[in-house]
């Protein structure tokens, strides 16, 4: 009936920004006094954002008007909203996202508290992006949080387990999974697997508290184990979970040497576990960076704390010999045979729902392994996914085209781009997906002088690789 | 608080300029002292700064003196800034003597191989009200639009810290920097000592009143254009109505340009929603014998833009919410629905006038006064033709610094092109999109051929009125943006 009601009064993402006149990101904690005067003074929806979104008190009469036909009582009951000076306040964020309405902690109040319960966070949306969406069994969201995994899960997932070590987590699983229509979520309490020992699923998604810290204090980001040995742990754990053919997504921090490659770690974590696995690295900072933008909040508030705090976890890296600390996100497939590894790294910044992506990444690997030789794809009719960009630079001088540089780019998925060179790009333009490769090398050769079969299968390879070629 | 500084020991402060230069205290040697990191203004990153820095360089104590104002240990302050003895500075006004630690009084920026010396940001709300600021995004804007040519006499009106004046006296045989504010006065000439400008004369006064009678080749202003109900700040405020000040100024630069010099000002105007954004500047330059390139960076609804100018106000309870009920008030009382922010660039000429409105794609410009220079010739090419005339004979080249991105996708083992975008790598990156034939004109257009036989052989028998009336209108736009140059046109000046 919330649902019914918020839906009625127009509170989705689009009707937030339209009222707030902002195509976000919101910075609530900023620009509050700036929403409230751009906001309409009367209205449902100007009511319900005051009182969800913003966080502010409404008037009694005005909040019951905006959630009629729910009375203010059984919402208080729900523990939703409660009394405040000025009217009636609400307790938790109520945020729309494209496809969900998701309720957590308000942020101002208690992101410093142990018990509190993360909204969504571009890692939360990362992971969501990430997950291979395809109808399973059975699903389990590990350390769920908000719930916002479990939700997202329950849509193709017969049946979804969420586990926290946080009570107060799973009471907002719960509360979300019902808000958004879903009764397929199972809450169970407990450590990391301790609520699921014995079990195998098809699907595990994980946005663990993976901060490598000195800290304990915050459930959400702080796991208390040294460096990066409870990612490491995490992911060593994580196939016996997994049945045959099911896929684990979860985001890992890991620490290395400046100078080390950065996939060397992860790889030793995934060595000969029964599983394939990708590695996704999004970004590395050095010690000093990670800690001032892990505590980025505290530093607007108390620079002195701040500076108190970067100091005690750079000491920590120090003493642990951390040199860099990178950030990405491991996919694994129980696989029985020869499994493959396959690492990259892409840019976090440019990402969108990235379902089909990944699954042509996990397939690109299975196909060229099973190729074994890449002449072998010389045999296969390749086209460019739908969906890419080939963009040219081009100048002109002296009336002669000058290509300065080719960029292959994805409009979806992780937004890949590779600067492809003038021979490849004649290629690419030649694959229809009927023809064999060799026989569009053939052509182009033609074309290109100095294009050599050897030389571009290479190119092609990575292509296909990156999920640019089918 | 400390007094103005003094450049009254010329020797101390050109030697100052070459310890720094020596210490690499330039944009790009800081960076790397902050390990990656640009140096931002805000205080709160000065605790990771302060870790950043190596400790005992030189450098770092220079960084922590003049752009973090943190205090030094005499010792290291002796050894980064030798030869030029502390009392030396302490005499100016530069340095402050605390215990065995000191304190820079001022603020000192890098920008180019020039050092800008300004009052050193004193928090939210702080600061005093004849604060002089260094430099800024619209300091930078206002440089980057200048037509830079070498001159006799130049005029920067309003010079604040005299960051302006700095960049004309390389170009300018004579510059005069006027201010209403003495506190200004004295870091323009502090200024003009440190960086060894001989040729910058700083006259006390508002606007244009000390150079009465006067007129100049060219003239620069980054004036207190803001609309606000407010008369706190010197740099910020003018006290006037609306953006009454700012028509003001537009209104009086002709009078001081001598004929065919360029004045280049920043200004903020306010328009209705439905309204287009130049229609107002407009009016301020009609009859002004001045031929008008008017350019807009960006356009605010007004509480947006009271957000933004009060932003910093958000460290003090309750007055981020104070100013806003009062810039909202005020904005409201005038009836004011739209802000924009942009630079008015006018140059005086003898007949009839011209007015040309563009949009810029960013406030990050690169240096541009080529590019307007180039504008400005081609827009009195295109006026010298009669309408309609001309236009198909004149040989064209296309600017050396554009750029063409085709989006491609391949359907079928075909290319389609979807867009064609052509855009200026430098100046005031200006871009456009091109109709599917008018790529193939261009490429053309090589200096060799009239555009007129450039559309022929793309047209084919019988098409070319058909393609010419298609593609003209765009052309023109090309040429007015500065893509097409008339080689048969001569440049300005």
């Given at each position: 009936?919330?649902?019914?009601?918020?839906?009625?009064?127009?509170?989705?993402?689009?009707?937030?920004?339209?009222?707030?006149?902002?195509d976000?990101?919101?910075e609530r904690?900023?620009?509050?006094p700036?929403?409230?005067?751009?906001?309409?003074?009367?209205?449902?929806?100007?009511?319900?954002?005051?009182?969800?979104?913003?966080?502010?008190?409404?008037?009694?009469?005005?909040?019951?008007?905006?959630?009629?036909?729910?009375?203010?009582?059984?919402?208080?009951?729900?523990?939703?909203?409660?009394?405040?000076?000025?009217?009636?306040?609400?307790?938790?964020?109520?945020?729309?996202t494209?496809e969900?309405?998701?309720?957590?902690?308000?942020?101002?109040?208690?992101?410093?508290e142990?018990e509190?319960?993360?909204?969504?966070?571009?890692?939360?949306?990362?992971?969501?992006?990430?997950?291979?969406?395809?109808?399973?069994?059975?699903?389990?969201?590990?350390?769920?949080?908000?719930?916002?995994?479990?939700?997202?899960?329950?849509?193709?997932?017969?049946?979804?387990?969420?586990?926290?070590?946080?009570?107060?987590?799973?009471?907002?699983?719960?509360?979300?999974?019902?808000l958004?229509?879903?009764?397929n979520?199972?809450?169970?309490?407990?450590?990391?697997?301790?609520?699921?020992?014995?079990?195998?699923?098809d699907?595990?998604?994980?946005?663990?508290?993976?901060?490598?810290s000195p800290?304990?204090?915050?459930?959400?980001?702080?796991?208390?184990?040294?460096?990066?040995?409870?990612?490491?742990?995490?992911?060593?754990?994580m196939?016996?979970?997994?049945?045959?053919?099911g896929?684990?997504?979860?985001?890992v921090?890991?620490?290395?040497?400046?100078?080390?490659?950065?996939?060397?770690?992860p790889?030793?974590?995934?060595?000969?576990?029964?599983?394939?696995?990708l590695?996704?690295?999004?970004?590395?900072?050095?010690?000093?960076?990670?800690?001032?933008?892990?505590?980025?909040?505290?530093?607007?508030?108390?620079?002195d704390e701040?500076?108190?705090?970067?100091d005690?976890?750079?000491?920590?890296?120090?003493?642990?010999?951390?040199?860099?600390?990178?950030?990405?996100?491991i996919?694994?497939?129980?696989?029985?045979?020869?499994n493959?590894?396959?690492?990259?790294?892409p840019?976090?910044?440019?990402?969108?729902?990235?379902?089909?992506?990944?699954?042509?990444l996990?397939?690109a690997?299975?196909?060229l392994?099973?190729?074994?030789?890449?002449?072998a794809?010389?045999?296969?009719?390749?086209?460019?996914?739908?969906?890419?960009?080939?963009?040219?630079?081009?100048v002109l001088?002296?009336?002669?085209?000058?290509?300065?540089?080719?960029?292959?780019?994805l409009l979806?998925?992780?937004?890949?781009?590779?600067?492809?060179?003038?021979?490849?790009?004649?290629?690419?333009?030649?694959?229809?997906?009927?023809?064999?490769?060799?026989?569009?090398?053939?052509?182009?050769?033609?074309?290109?002088p100095?294009?050599?079969?050897?030389?571009?299968l290479?190119?092609?390879?990575?292509?296909?690789?990156?999920?640019?070629?089918? | 608080?400390?007094?103005?500084?003094?450049?009254?020991?010329?020797?101390?402060?050109?030697?100052?300029?070459?310890?720094?230069?020596?210490?690499?205290?330039?944009?790009?040697?800081?960076?790397?002292?902050?390990?990656?990191?640009?140096?931002?203004?805000?205080?709160?990153?000065?605790?990771?700064?302060?870790?950043?820095?190596?400790?005992?360089?030189?450098?770092?104590?220079?960084?922590?003196?003049?752009?973090?104002?943190?205090?030094?240990?005499?010792?290291?302050?002796?050894?980064?800034?030798?030869?030029?003895?502390?009392?030396?500075?302490?005499?100016?006004?530069?340095?402050?003597?605390?215990?065995?630690?000191?304190?820079?009084c001022?603020?000192?920026?890098?920008?180019?191989?020039?050092?800008?010396?300004?009052?050193?940001?004193?928090?939210?709300?702080?600061?005093?009200?004849?604060?002089?600021?260094?430099?800024?995004?619209?300091?930078?804007?206002l440089?980057?639009?200048?037509?830079?040519?070498?001159?006799?006499?130049?005029?920067?009106?309003?010079?604040?810290?005299?960051?302006?004046?700095l960049?004309?006296?390389?170009?300018?045989?004579?510059?005069?920097?006027?201010?209403?504010?003495?506190?200004?006065?004295?870091?323009?000439?502090?200024?003009?000592?440190?960086?060894?400008?001989?040729n910058?004369?700083?006259?006390?006064?508002?606007?244009?009143?000390?150079?009465?009678?006067?007129?100049?080749?060219?003239?620069?202003?980054?004036?207190?254009?803001?609309?606000?109900?407010?008369?706190e700040?010197?740099?910020?405020?003018?006290?006037?109505?609306?953006?009454t000040?700012?028509?003001?100024?537009?209104r009086?630069?002709?009078?001081?340009?001598?004929?065919?010099?360029?004045?280049?000002?920043?200004?903020?105007?306010?328009?209705?929603?439905?309204?287009?954004?130049?229609?107002?500047?407009r009016?301020?330059?009609?009859?002004?014998?001045?031929?008008a390139?008017?350019?807009?960076f960006?356009?605010?609804?007004?509480t947006?833009?009271?957000?933004?100018?009060?932003?910093?106000?958000?460290?003090?309870?309750?007055?981020?919410?104070?100013?806003?009920?009062?810039?909202?008030?005020?904005?409201?009382?005038l009836?004011i629905?739209?802000?924009?922010?942009?630079?008015?660039?006018?140059r005086?000429?003898?007949?009839?006038s011209?007015?040309?409105?563009?949009?810029?794609?960013?406030?990050?410009?690169?240096?541009?006064?080529d590019?307007i220079?180039?504008?400005?010739?081609?827009?009195?090419?295109l006026?010298?033709?009669?309408?309609?005339?001309?236009?198909?004979?004149t040989?064209?080249?296309?600017?050396?610094?554009?750029?063409?991105?085709?989006?491609?996708?391949?359907?079928?083992?075909?290319?389609?092109?979807?867009?064609?975008?052509?855009?200026?790598?430098?100046?005031?990156?200006?871009?456009?999109?091109?109709?599917?034939?008018a790529e193939?004109?261009?490429?053309?257009?090589?200096?060799?051929?009239?555009?007129?036989?450039?559309?022929?052989?793309v047209?084919?028998?019988?098409?070319?009125?058909?393609?010419?009336?298609?593609?003209?209108?765009g052309?023109?736009?090309?040429?007015e943006?500065?893509?097409?140059?008339?080689?048969?046109?001569?440049?300005?000046?």
């Amino acid at each position: 009936m919330l649902r019914a009601v918020l839906a009625g009064a127009g509170y989705d993402s689009p009707g937030i920004k339209r009222a707030l006149g902002s195509d976000g990101p919101f910075e609530r904690d900023d620009n509050l006094p700036l929403y409230l005067r751009v906001l309409l003074p009367r209205g449902r929806l100007p009511a319900l954002i005051r009182l969800f979104f913003l966080g502010v008190p409404v008037a009694a009469e005005e909040a019951a008007a905006a959630l009629a036909p729910l009375s203010l009582q059984r919402l208080e009951a729900l523990g939703l909203i409660a009394p405040r000076e000025g009217g009636i306040g609400a307790t938790v964020d109520l945020t729309p996202t494209d496809e969900l309405l998701l309720a957590y902690d308000r942020a101002e109040r208690g992101v410093e508290e142990r018990e509190h319960v993360m909204g969504i966070s571009p890692a939360t949306k990362l992971l969501a992006y990430l997950t291979i969406r395809r109808p399973v069994e059975t699903a389990l969201d590990l350390g769920s949080g908000s719930g916002v995994h479990s939700i997202l899960a329950a849509k193709h997932a017969r049946s979804v387990v969420a586990a926290d070590v946080n009570p107060r987590a799973l009471e907002f699983t719960a509360f979300n999974a019902l808000l958004n229509g879903f009764e397929n979520v199972e809450c169970r309490l407990g450590d990391l697997f301790e609520p699921v020992e014995g079990e195998r699923f098809d699907l595990v998604v994980c946005n663990p508290p993976y901060v490598v810290s000195p800290e304990s204090a915050l459930v959400y980001r702080d796991s208390g184990v040294p460096g990066d040995a409870f990612c490491e742990g995490l992911v060593r754990r994580m196939p016996e979970f997994l049945a045959e053919g099911g896929l684990a997504h979860v985001l890992v921090s890991w620490v290395h040497g400046r100078d080390d490659d950065w996939s060397a770690r992860p790889r030793a974590w995934v060595a000969g576990n029964g599983c394939d696995a990708l590695l996704l690295r999004f970004r590395t900072h050095e010690p000093l960076a990670y800690a001032a933008g892990s505590n980025a909040r505290l530093r607007r508030r108390d620079a002195d704390e701040f500076g108190r705090v970067v100091d005690r976890w750079t000491a920590y890296y120090d003493e642990l010999g951390i040199e860099a600390i990178s950030w990405g996100a491991i996919v694994l497939r129980r696989r029985r045979g020869e499994n493959w590894v396959w690492a990259h790294s892409p840019s976090a910044e440019r990402l969108g729902p990235a379902s089909g992506h990944v699954q042509r990444l996990v397939d690109a690997q299975d196909r060229l392994r099973a190729l074994g030789d890449d002449r072998a794809l010389l045999d296969a009719a390749l086209a460019l996914v739908p969906g890419h960009r080939l963009d040219q630079t081009v100048v002109l001088r002296g009336g002669d085209e000058e290509v300065e540089a080719s960029l292959l780019r994805l409009l979806d998925g992780l937004r890949f781009q590779v600067q492809v060179d003038g021979p490849t790009t004649r290629v690419l333009s030649l694959l229809d997906g009927e023809r064999t490769l060799r026989d569009v090398l053939e052509e182009a050769s033609a074309l290109e002088p100095g294009l050599t079969p050897e030389a571009a299968l290479g190119g092609i390879r990575q292509l296909v690789e990156l999920g640019f070629l089918e | 608080m400390t007094d103005e500084p003094r450049a009254d020991d010329p020797e101390a402060l050109a030697a100052l300029r070459a310890r720094l230069r020596e210490l690499r205290f330039t944009g790009e040697g800081i960076a790397e002292a902050l390990g990656g990191d640009t140096l931002s203004r805000d205080p709160q990153d000065v605790p990771r700064y302060l870790r950043q820095l190596a400790e005992g360089s030189p450098l770092g104590a220079a960084v922590k003196l003049f752009l973090l104002d943190v205090a030094v240990g005499v010792a290291e302050a002796e050894e980064a800034l030798a030869p030029v003895g502390l009392e030396r500075l302490e005499g100016m006004g530069v340095l402050a003597r605390d215990g065995d630690e000191v304190r820079a009084c001022v603020s000192i920026t890098p920008l180019g191989d020039l050092l800008v010396a300004s009052d050193r940001y004193e928090g939210p709300g702080g600061g005093r009200p004849d604060h002089v600021v260094g430099t800024s995004i619209s300091s930078r804007a206002l440089a980057a639009v200048t037509v830079r040519r070498p001159v006799e006499r130049a005029l920067d009106v309003g010079t604040g810290s005299g960051v302006q004046a700095l960049e004309l006296a390389r170009h300018a045989e004579h510059v005069v920097a006027t201010d209403v504010n003495p506190r200004a006065i004295a870091f323009a000439r502090f200024n003009a000592v440190l960086n060894g400008c001989a040729n910058v004369e700083v006259r006390a006064g508002s606007l244009f009143e000390p150079v009465e009678g006067e007129r100049f080749d060219l003239i620069v202003s980054n004036p207190p254009y803001v609309i606000s109900p407010e008369s706190e700040f010197t740099y910020r405020d003018s006290g006037l109505p609306g953006d009454t000040f700012s028509e003001g100024l537009v209104r009086r630069l002709p009078e001081h340009l001598v004929e065919g010099g360029f004045a280049h000002v920043l200004v903020e105007w306010v328009h209705a929603r439905d309204e287009p954004w130049a229609a107002p500047l407009r009016g301020w330059v009609a009859g002004s014998a001045c031929d008008a390139l008017l350019l807009r960076f960006t356009t605010q609804e007004p509480t947006r833009y009271a957000a933004a100018w009060n932003a910093d106000l958000r460290g003090i309870p309750g007055a981020f919410e104070d100013a806003l009920d009062r810039w909202l008030a005020y904005h409201r009382r005038l009836g004011i629905e739209e802000i924009s922010w942009g630079a008015v660039v006018l140059r005086r000429r003898a007949g009839e006038s011209w007015v040309l409105a563009h949009d810029l794609p960013s406030t990050r410009l690169a240096p541009s006064g080529d590019h307007i220079r180039r504008i400005f010739g081609t827009r009195d090419y295109l006026d010298s033709l009669g309408v309609g005339r001309g236009l198909l004979e004149t040989v064209f080249a296309l600017a050396d610094d554009h750029v063409f991105e085709q989006r491609y996708e391949v359907r079928g083992g075909e290319r389609v092109v979807l867009e064609t975008v052509v855009r200026l790598a430098g100046g005031l990156r200006f871009e456009a999109e091109l109709q599917p034939d008018a790529e193939r004109v261009l490429a053309l257009l090589d200096g060799t051929r009239a555009l007129g036989e450039a559309i022929g052989e793309v047209a084919g028998a019988g098409r070319f009125d058909e393609l010419a009336g298609e593609l003209l209108p765009g052309i023109v736009r090309l040429v007015e943006l500065g893509f097409l140059v008339p080689l048969s046109a001569d440049p300005p000046g």
